[in-house]
Every structure is written in C-alpha cells, then in structure tokens.
C-alpha cells in the first residue's frame, strides 16, 4: 500500500527496540499533588472555525485540480468535531454526493488499529511484542534470512516496520481480498527479504497482515470481529466496516482513477487477509471518535481510564522508533527547520525544530487517497478523504500556512508544582545572601562537590553586580516537576536563573545555570 505518511522514513540502520513488552498495569500509589498542563484561555474551537471557509475553498479547489471525484474533510478539537464538509461525488453514476456520512476506504490509515489491538491483547498478557513471531504462526518456521546473525522476527518488528521484509508498494494492495491460505502459502514459500530483522524501517503490508493473523490465533476470532467488539463498539464507531457489501449503497463511495481526460472505475476489493494493512471503510463523523480517542492520551494524568486500550498505550503507539533525522525539511514557512521522524506501532511521527510534535498515517489504495494527522500537545486532529487512486486528499502544505502561520495555536501549560515554587523562593534568596541556614536547607549533597562555593559565589556576585539594583523577578518557567527557570531583572540587565531538583523526598537544589543577558540599547 502506497504510504501517504508525513514523512518519507528513509531506511536507517538501529539496533532492536528495547519498547515495553509488559502488560500495563495499574499503579499502587499516586501523587495527590500533581496538576497536569492545561490551556489557558483556550479559543482553540474558535480559532479553527474561523477557517473553515478558506479550508473549504483550499479543498475545492485540490480536489478540482487533481481530479477528485469527492472529497470530506474535518478538523477535531479535543472529543468534538468543530469543522466538516465535503466536495464532489461520492458516486457518479448515480449523481451522490459526497458528505461527512459518506464511506470510504482508508487504505493504509487502518494499520494503527491493527497496532492497537495487538498492544490490547498485550496489555491483558496473551502476548508480549518481544515473542517470536513464529509462536503465532508457526507456518513462517522455515523462512531463510540474509545472514546467519539476524534475530527472528518478533512482533514488534512486525508493528514497526522492521521485519527485514521489502516495502510492498503497490503489490500489497492488490492482495486485500486474498483469503488466508495465500499468507500462509507466501510465508512456507521462502519469501524474499530486504533486510535483516531488526535493523532498518521498511513499509511492509505483508508485516501488517501477519498482525492480523496473529490477532485472529490469539483472540479466537476473526480479526475483523475482534476489532469491531474491542474497538469500534466501544468508541461508538457505527458506520466503520470491514466489508464493502455491508455498506449502505446511498453512502458507500466508489473509488476511481483519472485515466484518458476521464474517470474510470476502480475494483472495489472485498475484506481478506491484507485487510489489517488497509481495508477499513469509514466516515469522517465515526473517524473522527478514533481521532479524539488518540487524542485522549495527552496529557499524563489521573482519573477514569476505561476506553479499549489505556492512555499510556496509545502514548507508546505515538513514541517513534527507528529515528531519523531530516536536515532539510522545511517548516509551514517554507524555511528551514530540521525534523525527527520515525514510525511508532501503525502511526508516523514527526517533531520539528519547533518542538511541534505531529503524528499521523496516510493511506491509498485503487480509487482511494487519505490522511489524518494530529497534535498530542494542542489537542487538535485533521483527516480528509478522497476517492482517486493514490491521490492525496488534501493540499497539506497549504492547509499548514493556514493553520500555523496565522493561528496562534499555543501548546498546554503546565502549571507549576508546590516543591518548584517553594525552591524558586529559596534559590533567589541563595544567590543574593548565601547564608548557612538557607544553604542547608536547600542544597543536595553534591552541590559544592561539582564546584566549590568559593567560585559559585563568586559567579553570582559578579552577575549582581553587573545587573545592578534587582528591580523585579519574572514567574516561573516550569520544564517539570521538578525543573524551571526564571529571570531575576535588574536595572541594567537580566540574570537567568536555571535549577534542577533531586529526587530526594524534601527535593533540594543539585544544579543551577546563572547567565547574564544586558539591556538592548536604543
């Protein structure tokens, strides 16, 4: 399947993944003090309609241009739906049009619920992501790796790319109807290898419809089925299927090439055993409750954790493995701006220069293009589908001048702990006076092992001087719970005051960073 992921993830030598293999359990004991970031004056539903004419018109005219027959859009704030339309038609035989209700194929956008439900079964123990793919299906024995010293393949190299199998574009698509004798038979008959497992990302629909075999044996239940009852139900994700018979024919949309100045039909393929790589149908209304669920995640916190997997599942669905730098990417302004990319269990993930974090997956298959994408730390997601062959449904580069260059979209706050505050209080009055009572209160016991008191005083006494008369101390910039900065502002510059905390009971000052910054002249 043709991967419309943000980023193209390059092939990039690394060694296994040590990720979590455990069950999640719950924790015994939990702070009663801790207060996780939240937005402050938030308008971000506001922002994001504000929009919504020049989106549409964007999306109109993509879809003009690259000759989408229909197209839906919306964008996700938190659990809420905030924009959604569409374009065009759905059919055009019978002259429907297309709507947020109406069913298209998502292509590849289905893996990360095939991730899902295996890190599902993992969380209950019936599996760890370290065991050998082979316990599962035990027809894949006799496969024949590059070299002697290649590891076998495990599920997580399966969930991250990394199987050593080659990427399976677009010869993968064609198999979505093929029953499940054709994996078996594909796998006892020695198939070829790329790479050696472990060692390097390559997107592999093969790798993904291995999952949803193993699903199937573990669960005891078709995968389809599984997914329904352990996902899609529980998320009220009614109008989702596996089967395109199953569609409503007033809302199924039928998939279409532009070929010869006109459109052509494209097979609308039935639910086999590649459909854990790609054979979901769904609407922009029922996708956008996987969006929010996603979005849930974020941040850490306490309190009811009940939906199919725990946040902190889906917190290690969107952490990248098999990193890679990109030196030249650009940001929404066209400028430069270097950016960390990866592939995390059926999602790509993305954080710029910026520290923007996106994650997101794409999909096409014969007469479908889509994507979503969404931002953990703002709390908002994006998706669009499309019926032309591999044709994204969206001009994304312009959507992102959209919504970056002129919404000020500010990530959550997070607020400052008591210990912090407490500590700020008593590192300014150690920088000014440096008495014994304040010091052994304060100071962790390698403090003056590091560098001797002489020379910190010294430092600090010269930054004083050269900031002259403090005038006024600026709030607490927290990193952490137990890590800030601020700015102490004298009259003739700043002194920047960095400290961390130890992990001691009664926290105490084991690090501070002091510079001086003057005042500009006019």
């Not at 309609?49 to 859009?73: F, N, T």
């Not at 299906?137 to 199987?163: F, H, K, R, V």
């Not at 459109?263 to 409750?289: N, V």
Request: with cysteine.
């Amino acid at each position: 399947m043709l991967s419309c992921i943000l980023f193209a993830v390059a092939c990039q030598s690394q060694e296994s993944s040590s990720a979590e293999t455990t069950p999640a359990g719950s924790v015994s004991r939990v702070s009663s003090s801790y207060t996780p970031p939240t937005f402050q004056d938030d308008i971000r539903k506001e922002q994001l309609q504000s929009i919504a004419p020049r989106l549409k018109e964007l999306m109109q005219q993509h879809a003009d241009d690259r000759h989408i027959s229909g197209v839906a859009w919306g964008i996700v704030v938190d659990d809420e739906l905030v924009v959604a339309d569409a374009y065009g038609l759905a059919n055009r035989a019978e002259n429907i049009p297309a709507t947020t209700s109406s069913v298209f194929r998502i292509a590849s956008m289905t893996k990360s619920f095939t991730a899902m439900a295996i890190l599902k079964l993992r969380d209950e123990g019936k599996l760890s992501l370290h065991d050998p793919a082979t316990e599962y299906i035990p027809e894949a024995e006799n496969l024949e790796y590059l070299t002697s010293d290649a590891p076998a393949i495990t599920i997580e190299n399966l969930l991250t790319m990394a199987a050593g199998f080659p990427e399976d574009n677009p010869w993968g698509d064609r198999q979505l109807d093929e029953p499940e004798q054709m994996l078996l038979d594909l796998l006892q008959q020695v198939p070829a290898f790329s790479n050696v497992p472990a060692y390097e990302f390559e997107y592999s629909n093969t790798g993904y419809a291995m999952l949803g075999l193993i699903v199937q044996r573990v669960s005891g239940q078709p995968f389809g089925e599984y997914i329904r009852e352990n996902i899609f139900q529980p998320l009220g994700m009614n109008d989702t299927y596996w089967e395109v018979d199953r569609v409503p024919d007033d809302k199924l949309v039928i998939g279409y090439r532009w070929e010869d100045d006109e459109y052509q039909l494209e097979p609308m393929l039935h639910h086999g055993i590649y459909g854990a790589m790609g054979g979901l149908l769904t609407t922009i209304e029922d996708f956008r409750k996987y969006v929010s669920f996603h979005l849930s995640a974020w941040p850490p916190r306490s309190g009811e954790d009940d939906g199919p997997v725990k946040r902190s599942t889906l917190r290690k669905m969107h952490t990248p493995q098999y990193v890679r730098l990109i030196a030249e990417a650009t940001d929404w302004n066209g400028e430069t701006c270097p950016a960390m990319v990866g592939y995390g269990y059926g999602l790509g993930i993305a954080e710029n220069c910026k520290g923007t974090v996106q994650v997101s997956h794409g999909g096409a298959l014969p007469g479908f293009g889509s994507n979503y994408k969404f931002y953990p730390e703002l709390g908002i997601g994006f998706m669009a589908f499309g019926n032309r062959t591999y044709t994204a449904p969206w001009p994304w580069a312009e959507i992102l001048k959209l919504v970056f260059k002129e919404l000020d979209l500010p990530p959550r706050v997070l607020p400052i702990s008591e210990i912090l505050a407490e500590r700020k209080e008593d590192v300014i009055k150690f920088i000014q006076e440096w008495d014994e009572p304040t010091e052994k209160e304060l100071l962790a016991e390698n403090f003056y092992l590091d560098q001797s008191k002489e020379k910190r005083k010294e430092e600090a006494m010269n930054l004083l001087d050269s900031a002259g008369a403090i005038q006024s101390i600026t709030e607490l910039s927290p990193l952490n719970q137990l890590r800030g900065s601020f700015r102490m502002q004298g009259e003739n510059g700043d002194i920047r005051v960095f400290f961390t905390l130890s992990p001691e009971p009664n926290a105490r000052l084991q690090a501070l960073r002091l510079g001086f910054e003057g005042n500009s002249e006019d």
